[in-house]
């Protein structure tokens, strides 16, 4: 058996494993360990892969595997093949990763990983699987009618889990999350910040203190993959906002829905609500910073960074760069159109709009902190570049936050 498992991991090139009372055979025998697991044993337990039915799982390090519990000798075992990717996942992607779990340091060693993984379907996963359990067993194996026996007993729960939902919202009074919040996403794709965008978005998940909407009554993976079909929608309209041309964006919404239907598991669609924001951010970025020379663009993040200085000038811009001032001054308004000190009143105005919306600042914390010598000449640039004052400003956003 140990010779033909061999043979049929070398024409697939589809690792194969048997798990039994903590002892592991693995086929091939020096099987690529995962860089974020000490050993291979240790890395199928962590991803929940000896459970009591047929499991094809997709785990967080983008990797899917198939396993398979059967008796022998009165005794439990497992067949496990993998792990393979249905899709190679992008640098970024595998950045975003590392940052979260603060194993940036394993990048070049995980992508090594990932790059000598098999890439193949779900179902040439289950074909090969079929034909293994026969080869281990003797019997032939149906794993496509277990597959959906096991999901029908999950859509079992999922309904149980369904009428509790809708009870507990009845006796709790728990509504959706405040639409200020949420808009505080899509500034930031606006923005193209994409240092703050999946921190903010991570923070705003996590609240306690609302429940999302349940947008399928059949299926939680499909409720979920509605929330973010609905993402998509709202961050395309964010990055046009923000100077995407409105084809790119949604022609990058259109491959995102499509990615988002190929989705077989809760966690890759939750992660990839993540990679929707980013993506999105992203491209606004990118546009913010093709759209002027190198000087301009260092220029522009440069006040961004330092809207906060006391000493935010023209002068010390120009020094910063290694500019003559009045050639800064002269080329920012050709490229841009305006002077450097209305763009720096804008920024500063966004950045006031920011605090007294979603961080509840007043309006004298707002002069404090941006610098402006007294309120009434903040308000009268506030009027000047929103056609309003502060107080209207929050008092529209209150009662129409979209």
Known sequence: ???????????????VCIYQDSTISTYPSNITINPMSDSFQ?????????????????????????????????????????????????????????????????????????????????????????????????????????LRLVHQQEEVEIEKQQSCYITNIRENNLYHHDPLLERRIYQLIEEG??????????????????????????????????????????????AIRGGVHPEDAYSLGDVMIQDLEDLTSLSKVIWFREKILYDFTELVRRYKKQRYTRKITQC??????????????????????????KYLSNL?????????????????????????????????EVCHSLHFSDQSYFIKVFKKHTKMTPREYIKKNQMDPY
């Open 193 to 238: 910040n994409v240092k703050e965008i999946i921190p903010y978005h991570q923070a705003f998940r996590n609240r306690d203190d609302f429940e999302y909407g349940l947008l399928s009554r059949t299926s939680e993976l499909r409720s979920q993959k509605n929330t973010a079909i609905a993402t998509i929608t709202l961050a395309t309209r964010a």
């Open 42 to 146: 240790e890395h199928i337990i962590n991803c929940g892969l000896l459970g009591q039915e047929i499991q094809l799982m997709n785990t967080n390090y983008f990797e899917s595997f198939l396993s398979i519990p059967f008796v022998q000798h009165n005794q439990r075992h497992w067949l496990i093949l993998g792990p393979i990717i249905y899709n190679p996942p992008t640098k970024e992607g595998i950045s975003r990763l590392l940052s979260s779990l603060n194993r940036s340091y394993l990048k070049e060693e995980f992508e090594d990983y990932l790059m000598n993984l098999a890439v193949e379907s779900s179902n040439q996963l289950i074909e090969i699987g079929k034909i293994a359990y026969y080869l281990v067993q003797g019997v032939e194996l149906n794993i496509r009618k277990e």
């Open 1 to 15: 058996m140990e010779k033909i498992l061999c043979s049929l991991v070398d024409v697939t090139k589809i690792p």
């Open 332 to 364: 920012f308004k050709k490229e841009v159109g305006i002077s450097i000190s209305e763009y720096t009143q804008k920024i500063k105005v966004k950045e006031a709009k920011n605090m007294m919306l979603y961080f509840n600042r007043s309006v004298t």
């Open 300 to 325: 522009q993040e440069y006040i961004y960074k330092e809207i906060y200085e006391p000493n935010l000038s023209v002068s010390s811009i120009a020094q910063k760069l290694g500019l003559n001032p």
